[in-house]
């Protein structure tokens, strides 16, 4: 590892990793960004899990946020080889009926479907979608006072529901269905208090910007946003794992793209008894089992939304969804979990040789599991894809143990950096002014476990450095 003295260095090449050091290095501070693994990308990366030439998405698939995000938005990565496909439609929810709702471009196109909930669904959606940059300038980050009071105030009665309470709104299977599907990313029980929040921005943002898949896979975005990084100067090292603060080259400050865990683990001795006391309390979520598939054919879904969208939610009614993510979040694997499901091949010829395609999906299941839930994901989708068991060439698993270690960002197999409850909204890490300081003047976090959370925007680490610019003359930076 390089000796000479840096402004800033960034552990952790994830999206908010990256996110932090192009925001350091535009304002002309010297950034090395340093990565535990041989690539870069944290959950951007893309690798033949199963065989040859059939390209997966390791961890995030398709990226509703990385066109809806303030940050990357703003970023010339197309100049820096980021391309984006856009599937007919962005998601798909079929039924056992042979039916299927779905969230095209088009608000009026997909309420039309819901019949008698259209206006509802009008009602509850559009005003997010009109309103959506200034929504997330307020949203997109960490408590403060709103640029946008009266917009952030309509958004947040809705946004600060449980995801029930807003189905209840709702008559029909379609629309409760569409609704449920969105809301389980939360990953946590429907009945929680701004468990609404995820379903209202993900419609929202899938029909300004639709949920677009990168060309060639999510390494592809880490890619873009590392050759931005390097041509605004900044340096970066693979296959340097940190795992002492002290291994560090000389540094003004540093930031991490880790979760508290981790961060303990790394420089606890630098942090007051209580920080570290609050980072010990921090709660993680539900975690992740996850399937990739090689296939002979697409996958022969019996609606025919369903192969016409990138994203495709399996869970029949909102009934048997709510179900499934309460089941998990208390421990107790759903014997129908709700699987979330992508066919990229379909719409990005690249994924796979000619003639062949990939299928990628995860359902959620109780934190830290081992339990082999692949029986259970390819019942869910045979049970709307008749024959799919059958195209089958090989395929590749990982439990929440097995994703920690992949990456170890995701304890218990959270990938969100810790559960996005109500109690952890705008408090993650710890209850502080500012949640990206630490107890240390010169350490700061800048991972997914800050606000905003999980998700492929770069948010986090965007509000993290700008926080590192506005204490410059503080630390004596520059």
């Given at each position: 590892?390089?000796?000479?003295?840096?402004?800033?260095?960034?552990?952790?090449?994830?999206?908010?990793?990256?996110?932090?050091?192009?925001?350091?290095?535009?304002?002309?501070?010297?950034?090395?960004?340093?990565?535990?693994k041989d690539t870069i990308g944290g959950g951007l990366r893309t690798q033949e899990l199963t065989l040859p030439g059939f390209k997966h998405d390791v961890c995030s698939a398709i990226h509703p946020m990385a066109m809806g995000s303030p940050f990357f938005s703003k970023l010339p990565l197309a100049k820096?080889?980021?391309?984006?496909?856009?599937?007919?439609?962005?998601?798909?929810?079929?039924?056992?009926?042979?039916?299927?709702?779905?969230?095209?471009?088009?608000?009026?196109?997909?309420?039309?479907?819901?019949?008698?909930?259209?206006?509802?669904?009008?009602?509850?959606?559009?005003?997010?979608?009109?309103?959506?940059?200034?929504?997330?300038?307020?949203?997109?980050?960490?408590?403060?006072?709103?640029?946008?009071?009266?917009?952030?105030?309509?958004?947040?009665?809705?946004?600060?529901?449980?995801?029930?309470?807003?189905?209840?709104?709702?008559?029909?299977?379609?629309?409760?269905?569409?609704?449920?599907?969105?809301?389980?990313?939360?990953?946590?029980?429907?009945?929680?208090?701004?468990?609404?929040?995820?379903?209202?921005?993900?419609?929202?943002?899938?029909?300004?910007?639709?949920?677009?898949?990168?060309?060639?896979?999510?390494?592809?975005?880490?890619?873009?946003?590392?050759?931005?990084?390097?041509?605004?100067?900044?340096?970066?090292?693979?296959?340097?794992?940190?795992?002492?603060?002290?291994?560090?080259?000389?540094?003004?400050?540093?930031?991490?793209?880790?979760?508290?865990?981790?961060?303990?683990?790394?420089?606890?001795?630098?942090?007051?008894?209580?920080?570290?006391?609050?980072?010990?309390?921090?709660?993680?979520?539900?975690?992740?089992?996850?399937?990739?598939?090689?296939?002979?054919?697409?996958?022969?879904?019996?609606?025919?939304?369903?192969?016409?969208?990138?994203?495709?939610?399996?869970?029949?009614?909102?009934?048997?969804?709510?179900?499934?993510?309460?089941?998990?979040?208390?421990?107790?694997?759903?014997?129908?979990?709700?699987?979330?499901?992508?066919?990229?091949?379909?719409?990005?010829?690249?994924?796979?040789?000619?003639?062949?395609?990939?299928?990628?999906?995860?359902?959620?299941?109780?934190?830290?599991?081992?339990?082999?839930?692949?029986?259970?994901?390819?019942?869910?989708?045979?049970?709307?894809?008749?024959?799919?068991?059958?195209?089958?060439?090989?395929?590749?698993?990982?439990?929440?143990?097995?994703?920690?270690?992949?990456?170890?960002?995701?304890?218990?197999?959270?990938?969100?950096?810790?559960?996005?409850?109500?109690?952890?909204?705008?408090?993650?890490?710890?209850?502080?002014?500012?949640?990206?300081?630490?107890?240390?003047?010169?350490?700061?976090?800048?991972?997914?476990?800050?606000?905003?959370?999980?998700?492929?925007?770069?948010?986090?680490?965007?509000?993290?450095?700008?926080?590192?610019?506005?204490?410059?003359?503080?630390?004596?930076?520059?």
């Open positions: 590892m390089c000796k000479m003295k840096y402004d800033a260095i960034i552990v952790g090449s994830g999206p908010n990793g990256l996110a932090a050091a192009i925001t350091l290095q535009q304002a002309g501070v010297s950034v090395l960004l340093l990565e535990g820096h080889g980021l391309q984006f496909i856009q599937a007919p439609l962005a998601a798909a929810h079929p039924f056992d009926d042979g039916k299927a709702a779905f969230l095209s471009k088009s608000i009026e196109e997909t309420a039309s479907y819901l019949g008698k909930d259209k206006e509802t669904y009008l009602k509850l959606i559009q005003p997010v979608v009109n309103h959506w940059d200034e929504i997330a300038e307020d949203t997109m980050g960490p408590l403060s006072f709103p640029s946008h009071p009266f917009l952030l105030a309509q958004f947040g009665l809705n946004a600060i529901r449980s995801a029930n309470a807003i189905a209840a709104k709702f008559k029909t299977k379609e629309a409760k269905g569409l609704w449920g599907g969105m809301s389980a990313h939360a990953i946590q029980p429907l009945c929680n208090w701004a468990s609404a929040a995820i379903g209202l921005i993900l419609s929202a943002v899938g029909h300004k910007h639709g949920w677009p898949i990168p060309k060639g896979g999510s390494q592809a975005i880490a890619n873009a946003l590392a050759s931005y990084f390097i041509s605004l100067g900044g340096q970066i090292e693979t296959g340097i794992m940190v795992k002492n603060i002290k291994e560090l080259p000389p540094h003004r400050v540093v930031l991490f793209d880790v979760t508290p865990k981790q961060l303990i683990s790394i420089a606890g001795a630098e942090f007051s008894s209580l920080y570290k006391w609050q980072l010990e309390r921090y709660r993680h979520g539900m975690g992740v089992f996850k399937v990739d598939w090689a296939l002979s054919e697409p996958t022969p879904f019996t609606a025919d939304a369903c192969k016409k969208a990138a994203t495709v939610h399996l869970g029949n009614t909102y009934q048997e969804i709510e179900s499934s993510e309460l089941s998990s979040s208390q421990g107790i694997h759903p014997e129908k979990p709700f699987v979330l499901f992508s066919q990229q091949s379909l719409f990005d010829k690249s994924r796979a040789p000619e003639g062949k395609h990939t299928a990628w999906a995860y359902c959620h299941v109780p934190h830290g599991s081992t339990k082999d839930m692949t029986d259970a994901i390819e019942n869910q989708i045979e049970r709307f894809a008749p024959g799919f068991k059958d195209t089958i060439l090989a395929k590749h698993r990982m439990n929440t143990v097995q994703m920690e270690a992949y990456n170890p960002n995701y304890i218990g197999g959270d990938i969100n950096g810790g559960i996005i409850d109500l109690a952890q909204l705008y408090t993650r890490p710890a209850v502080k002014i500012s949640p990206y300081r630490t107890s240390s003047k010169r350490i700061y976090i800048c991972s997914s476990s800050t606000p905003p959370g999980g998700g492929v925007h770069g948010m986090c680490g965007y509000h993290a450095a700008k926080t590192v610019l506005s204490d410059i003359y503080k630390i004596n930076l520059l």
